[in-house]
């Protein structure tokens, strides 16, 4: 099954709860990665506590990232890390299902040996949040593909344009950020 997993940044909206709200309510996402790497570990752990209350409902799971001690207060049963992080601390003792973002098939690889049970391929696309870097294209995702036995996510640029490329190569889903929220009718 293809996924649909929505990246948040609050930064893009004006009032991200009611945006999280809307968001569950009218788009085809399967879940939410709470991302929001700005914030410290107790201001980030609030928010999540605030998103959980939105989404406990509506069949949308939520993805904690980066912090292992706020997914283990609260019972999250995944986590995703960047792969820098993962290469030093490995699953840091959690228990449930960890995702690690990575930029090539030899840290896809890695992330693989050193315990991920997914990785998170980017970016792909070109995007804003990596002005001036071209995107790596879907031949450098169908590689990591082809080369992995876990399954394999893409992330950067994805919108609903350009999604079914995504579903095409492979994949086993995508993370889009501002593919979904500027469908909302955000300027940002």
Known sequence: MFERIWV?????????????????????????????ADLDEKSYENLAKDVLGVVKSSGVKLILH??????????????????ELFSKVGRGGFCGKIGVSVHSLKEALSAREFGADYVV???????????GVAGRGIGFLRKIVENLDVPVYAIGGINDGNVELIEN????????????????????
């Open 121 to 131: 391929v980017g970016h792909i696309f070109d995007t804003p949040s990596h002005a």
């Open 66 to 83: 980066s912090y292992f001690s706020v997914a283990e207060r609260l019972g999250m049963d995944e986590l995703h890390v960047p792969f």
């Open 169 to 188: 190569s492979g994949a086993s889903g995508a993370y889009m950020m501002r593919g979904v929220i500027l469908n909302l009718g955000k300027n940002k």
């Open 8 to 36: 948040s940044n609050r930064r893009l909206s004006d009032d991200f709860l009611a945006d999280v709200a809307k968001i569950i309510a009218c788009k085809p996402i399967d879940k939410i990665l709470l991302r929001e």
